[in-house]
């Protein structure tokens, strides 16, 4: 296993693109979040004038984040389908599982760390750009804050999340094999699902929005009116983890099964 | 020779067509992703338009609701109006005048709270600038029946209008005691010409209408209503008219039982919301008529719905298949090297490139039209079916939103051939595409909350490629009606040709610089 994750390591590391996904992945993740922060303006007493969610408008650049780490995560294994290295790697590791396994590793470990300081980022933009929105002490906001426990979990739950992003990104191409098909499928389940929620009404939407692994996942972000969510924060990363467990686990059927 | 080495071009692009057709037909991928797509634009729309059910309460107790939508008037077009008002009517046999003048305009407003029913308890006085009050000539009292009326408005001055659509402006100005207005219909066969005058000796004619068809026998007489507030809030209006004339026949006094008060279209069926019950008080030439409605084209208030809305979801998704499509069409030719053939055989690159925007292009066009022409009619049926309101489409609009539908698809599959040009990577290419040509369509009320959705909602629709879903709008705005015509009710904010336009913008700067590289590149 030792062994598995150092080649994985290697690849991984002497790949160019994944030092510039990476950086890509924070930099989009803060400059959206910033970008969205500056973009608001919650007029006190207006329509859900008191419903905002500082912490929450601080995290949203990760819903385009994830995009890129998404695509870190397909690329980690369609390339090597791609140029054929796949043949080589599973030759020298006749254990096709850890492979995978020692790529999954890798992969979130960088994601980890990348999401760390995608967050952290985050949450200081939010902190100095939400009070001049209107989300200020004045209007019944505190400041985003660490020290308080819900961001602290939103905070590591977006983390989490990303990780958990990686791991059913890395599942579905190990299953489709080729990058733009994964791409396509990956952000097709992330980013249709809460379109069609917005379109249909009542216990169907309540029904879409617990189970799509990026409307379930990201109840993790939620700090306020947490009773009213269709799904409760923790529950809703676990359906995200049950949706990259799914994906692991058939991947590493497939992987195992079918012919390189 | 230019003809020559024309024809040898045009030769040359033919035949890099017909090599990037076979390219693209024969990846059996690809077709099956093509039919797959164009699955889901029917899938989707009908499950969209299979989850709208509309229902309505006649009264606030909870046992009148019933399932289905109140009645909305067609008028002599098809169109979808307002028809609501209080008319006090007098028959007019053959050539004739209605003449009035109007002394005041007065109304009121509702205060209360908007999800209550709007009654007379409490409101504030107040005239809003649509409310009308005048002379009115029909040949029938059905609503969405065919007229042509001379008006004083709470604050549009004096107007012609016929047939919902049609307005003249006469006098400006209230009315006020001090500035009455005197106005008068005459009917010469079938046209109906409207004139106004401050003294009731000198007449202004304000302009003229032909009513197709119109009986020997028709209704004239005094009309009011008062429209919607553009904060929602149901309104009343109540004008004051003396020197009541209508020549031939009968004046007033002299045929008793010859003036008949009646509300047009109020009524709990009636899609429209109401301020209390219309009336009307006669003293010998003066009348007063009290009214609430509005004559005019309809909104989104009568239920915004339209087939064409049920196909955002399916042509999203199809959307994103083509991205994929468009991409992998350029990018496994560099992935395998292909390119390089393809370059040998056809040295002009703009023509390769030429001939895959024209193949990728069609590939779209078709799945996108071809699907919408299959989803519209089943919106439709299955929306009718629920006993959902549609609003009336003609089949310009029809085919606009069909062709418009395979467009939307072709070109975001061209832009993403350009965009997998100019990367030459396919995650890249297909991670850009989403992001660019996907998000923004559904990124406000889910993603940036409610306060802000409104206008940045409206922005995305306007400047970033989901201006392009613009094609699926079918709602016609009127300059007639005091409305937000906002996204939420249902309007995009660019007519459907200019928000293809910006998106044949994306696709074209995605294009040129695709070419440009291109032609700079090695390949």
Known sequence: MTDALRAEWTKLRTLTGTSWLLLAAVVVTVAASAAIAAATHVSPGGPGGDSQDPTKLALVGVDLGQAVVAVLAVLAISEEYATGMISVSLAAMPRRVVVLAAKAANITALTLIAATLATAGCLISGRLLLPSAGLDQAHGYALVSITHGPTLRAAVGSVLYLGLIALLSLGIATIARDTAVSTGIVLGLLYLPPLLAQLVTGSLRRHLEQIAPMSAGLAIQATRHTKTLPIPPWAGLGVLAAWAAGALLISGTALTIRDA | ?523
């Open chain 2, 1 to 523: 020779m230019t003809t020559s080495v024309t024809s040898s071009r045009n030769g040359e692009f033919l035949a890099a067509l017909r090599a990037e057709w076979t390219k693209f037909r024969s990846v059996r991928g690809w077709m099956i992703a093509l039919a797959f797509a164009g699955l889901m634009i029917v899938l989707f729309t009908y499950l969209q338009a299979n989850g709208k059910h509309e229902g309505y309460c006649t009264t606030r107790n909870p046992n009148s609701c019933v399932t289905g939508h109140p009645f909305v008037p067609s008028g002599p077009g098809g169109e979808a109006v307002a028809d609501t008002f209080r008319f006090v009517a007098h028959p007019l046999i053959g050539n004739g005048t209605i003449t009035a003048r109007i002394t005041s305009l007065t109304g009121r407003i509702w205060a209360g709270p908007a999800n209550e029913a709007p009654s007379l308890a409490d409101t504030r006085p107040g005239v809003t600038a649509w409310a009308k009050a005048g002379l009115l000539l029909t040949p029938s009292t059905k609503q969405g029946s065919a007229y042509a009326a001379i008006m004083a408005t709470g604050g549009h001055g004096v107007r012609f209008q016929e047939d919902y659509t049609h307005d003249q402006t006469g006098l400006p100005g209230p009315i006020l005691g001090a500035a009455p207005r005197w106005l008068r219909l005459t009917r010469t066969g079938g046209t109906i010409t409207g004139y106004d005058s401050t003294d009731g000796t000198t007449w202004r004619r304000i302009g003229s209408a032909h009513l197709s068809d119109l009986p020997n026998r028709v209704d004239v007489g005094l009309f009011a209503t008062s429209p919607v507030t553009y904060g929602g809030s149901a309104t009343q209006a109540t004008a004051n008219f003396d020197h009541v004339a209508v020549d031939p026949g009968a004046t007033v006094g002299t045929a008793p039982g010859g003036w008949l008060g009646q509300n047009i279209g109020t009524g709990l069926d009636d899609f429209y919301t109401t301020l209390g019950t219309g009336s009307d008080q006669r003293s010998a030439d003066s009348f007063a008529v009290t009214g609430s409605g509005d004559i005019a084209p309809a909104v989104a208030l009568a239920g915004g719905d339209t087939a064409s809305d049920s196909l955002l979801f399916g042509l999203v998704v199809a959307v994103i298949f083509l991205i994929v499509i468009g991409t992998m069409f350029i990018t496994t030719e560099y992935r395998r090297g292909l390119i390089r053939t393809t370059f040998a055989a056809t040295p002009n690159r703009s023509s390769v490139l030429a001939a895959k925007v024209v193949v990728v292009g069609l590939g779209g066009f078709a799945v996108g039209a071809v699907a919408a022409a299959a989803a519209i009619p089943l919106a439709q049926h299955v929306m009718k079916g629920n006993g959902d309101y549609l609003f009336p489409a003609g089949p310009f609009a029809t085919v606009r939103t069909i062709a418009g539908s395979g467009a939307l698809v072709a070109l975001t599959a061209i832009a993403a051939l350009g965009i997998g040009t100019i990367l030459r990577r396919s995650a890249g290419t297909i991670l850009l595409g989403v992001v660019v040509f996907v998000l923004p369509t559904f990124t406000g009320p889910g993603i940036i909350g409610p306060t802000s959705s409104g206008s940045v909602a409206t922005w995305l629709y306007r400047v970033t490629p989901a201006a392009g879903f613009s094609v699926l709008g079918l709602l016609p705005r009127s300059g007639l009606v005091s409305y937000p015509y906002t996204m939420a009710n249902g309007y995009y904010p660019l007519p459907p040709w200019a928000g293809l336009l910006v998106l044949c913008a994306y696709a074209a700067v995605a294009l040129g610089v695709a070419r440009f590289l291109l032609l700079r590149r090695d390949a």
